[in-house]
């Protein structure tokens, strides 16, 4: 299966510790490149221009000086790469001619295997039950194949759910296959929904990413979605993002992405050289284009490091307006409410220092502290002026300081109150 993916060209940023390389011809390897890009290049008419383009500029000797084959593999990609995100021109040392020399790796990059839980780095519940996935991948599978990519996607949903909101993390995700994409989408969409990208490949069929096997479980149709993205998010991370963005199934929050939608494979060029050429082009069927070039435009534009708090406050908001339980609906309202709170303004925490029971308050490094018995601390984040603090990273638990006790608050309505030390006495 042809790749919509930016992992293999990470090879274009890599070189060899070897003080000296064996030279090239660089006119040669020019027209081998014209040569692969006019016969495999999506678009026959582009490609002819391009291998021409690339014919008159070594005729005139503009690549004459790059000999080694490290610096022509960085030189064309610069030169490529406006044409299309995908282009990328590689050199690989060629093996030792020793007999013990290593066999070469083969099979998809460690972090979309099982060492790498093919992508899935991270799955958890976040305060207000929402659902987030971080990705850096999307590891192929086929319906007669090895399953176990798929059923890691099948196991990391299910961790998830149970939530009321889902967050895709596709910030540092560089792409991968198409089969993972459409089977991740599946889970959200009606069965049979026109919103897949179709891939138009020089002459192939086309093809698209509607699921190839069934999809597993229930689907959540009306679950909130957010993916969140930045300039690092590639390739099929960003078929991911817009065929979802397209379909007004889920928000964009981030920053615009990488802008590399066409899919290809590398072809060999001769002494270790080799170029990534995208032979087809995805159309979404909604917007009839793609993101090519400009890159998935967020529905809610932040710095990417922001985003995940974003798309929690957005998760959030909406959520407080659902129809759920009161207790449920004051735990929404707690989280967002500590994701949206001020940076805390200086103030006075040393008078809430003391004992409160078999809790001790503390000031450490100018943050509040609470402690009991062996218990690691819980860092305590101000609301307000008037003793009222969140524990952070769980909003959800919330404690008040007053004159004569510490009060733990629960969304339930119940309180725990612990008397301060010395205060039936009138101590301070």
């Given at each position: 299966?042809k790749?919509?993916?930016?992992?293999?060209?990470?090879?274009?940023l890599?070189?060899?510790a070897?003080?000296?390389?064996?030279?090239i011809?660089?006119?040669?390897?020019?027209?081998a490149l014209?040569?692969?890009?006019d016969?495999?290049?999506?678009?026959?008419?582009?490609?002819?221009?391009?291998?021409?383009?690339?014919?008159?500029?070594?005729?005139?000797?503009?690549?004459d000086?790059?000999t080694?084959?490290r610096?022509?593999?960085?030189?064309?990609?610069e030169?490529?790469?406006?044409?299309?995100?995908?282009?990328?021109?590689?050199?690989?040392?060629?093996e030792a001619?020793?007999?013990?020399a290593?066999?070469?790796?083969?099979?998809?990059?460690p972090?979309?295997s099982?060492?790498?839980?093919?992508?899935?780095v991270?799955?958890?519940?976040?305060p207000?039950?929402?659902?987030?996935?971080?990705?850096?991948g999307f590891a192929?599978?086929?319906?007669?194949?090895?399953?176990?990519?798929?059923?890691?996607?099948?196991?990391?949903?299910?961790?998830?759910?149970?939530?009321?909101?889902?967050i895709?993390?596709?910030r540092?995700?560089?792409?991968?296959?198409p089969?993972?994409?459409?089977?991740?989408?599946?889970?959200?969409v009606?069965?049979?929904a026109?919103?897949?990208?179709?891939?138009?490949?020089?002459?192939?069929?086309d093809?698209?990413?509607a699921?190839?096997v069934?999809?597993?479980?229930?689907?959540r149709?009306?679950?909130?979605?957010?993916?969140?993205t930045s300039?690092?998010?590639?390739?099929?991370?960003?078929?991911?993002?817009?065929?979802l963005?397209?379909?007004?199934?889920?928000?964009?929050?981030?920053e615009?992405?990488?802008?590399?939608?066409?899919?290809?494979?590398?072809?060999?060029?001769?002494?270790?050289?080799s170029?990534?050429?995208?032979?087809?082009?995805?159309?979404?069927?909604?917007?009839?284009r793609?993101w090519?070039?400009?890159?998935?435009?967020?529905?809610?534009?932040v710095?990417?490091?922001?985003?995940?708090?974003?798309a929690?406050?957005?998760?959030?908001?909406?959520?407080?307006?659902?129809?759920?339980e009161?207790a449920?609906?004051?735990?929404?309202?707690?989280?967002l409410?500590?994701?949206?709170?001020?940076?805390?303004?200086?103030?006075?925490?040393a008078?809430?220092?003391?004992?409160?029971?078999?809790?001790?308050?503390?000031?450490?490094?100018?943050r509040?502290?609470?402690t009991?018995?062996?218990r690691?601390?819980?860092v305590?984040t101000p609301l307000?002026?008037?003793?009222?603090?969140?524990v952070?990273?769980?909003?959800s638990?919330?404690?008040?300081?007053?004159?004569?006790?510490?009060?733990?608050?629960?969304?339930?309505?119940?309180?725990?109150?612990?008397?301060?030390?010395g205060?039936?006495?009138?101590?301070?």
């Amino acid at each position: 299966m042809k790749l919509l993916t930016a992992l293999s060209l990470s090879a274009a940023l890599l070189g060899s510790a070897a003080a000296a390389q064996t030279p090239i011809a660089p006119r040669a390897k020019v027209e081998a490149l014209a040569a692969a890009i006019d016969a495999q290049f999506y678009d026959p008419a582009r490609a002819g221009k391009l291998a021409a383009e690339l014919r008159a500029e070594a005729g005139k000797g503009t690549y004459d000086r790059l000999t080694d084959p490290r610096d022509f593999a960085a030189a064309l990609t610069e030169r490529l790469r406006p044409q299309d995100g995908h282009f990328a021109v590689s050199w690989t040392p060629p093996e030792a001619a020793s007999a013990t020399a290593p066999p070469a790796r083969s099979g998809p990059p460690p972090f979309l295997s099982r060492r790498g839980g093919y992508g899935f780095v991270a799955v958890k519940v976040l305060p207000g039950n929402i659902g987030y996935i971080d990705m850096r991948g999307f590891a192929d599978f086929a319906a007669d194949g090895d399953q176990a990519p798929r059923q890691a996607a099948d196991a990391a949903l299910a961790l998830v759910a149970g939530t009321d909101a889902l967050i895709f993390d596709l910030r540092d995700n560089g792409g991968g296959s198409p089969a993972m994409v459409g089977y991740l989408i599946g889970h959200f969409v009606p069965d049979g929904a026109k919103i897949y990208n179709i891939f138009k490949t020089r002459d192939e069929p086309d093809s698209d990413e509607a699921p190839s096997v069934p999809i597993a479980g229930q689907r959540r149709l009306d679950t909130p979605l957010y993916v969140l993205t930045s300039g690092r998010t590639a390739s099929a991370a960003e078929s991911f993002a817009y065929t979802l963005q397209a379909a007004k199934r889920a928000s964009v929050v981030g920053e615009a992405s990488a802008g590399g939608a066409n899919p290809g494979g590398g072809a060999p060029l001769g002494d270790g050289l080799s170029v990534f050429i995208s032979s087809g082009t995805p159309i979404n069927p909604i917007t009839g284009r793609n993101w090519e070039g400009t890159g998935v435009t967020p529905d809610v534009a932040v710095p990417a490091a922001q985003a995940l708090d974003r798309a929690q406050q957005l998760a959030l908001t909406r959520l407080v307006a659902a129809p759920l339980e009161p207790a449920v609906l004051t735990e929404n309202r707690w989280a967002l409410e500590a994701l949206s709170a001020p940076a805390p303004e200086r103030q006075n925490l040393a008078r809430y220092e003391g004992g409160y029971g078999p809790y001790q308050a503390k000031v450490v490094d100018g943050r509040l502290q609470l402690t009991t018995g062996r218990r690691p601390p819980s860092v305590l984040t101000p609301l307000d002026d008037k003793g009222l603090f969140f524990v952070e990273g769980a909003p959800s638990r919330r404690v008040r300081f007053d004159e004569t006790a510490l009060v733990f608050l629960s969304p339930d309505g119940s309180q725990t109150r612990q008397p301060r030390h010395g205060a039936a006495t009138g101590a301070s």
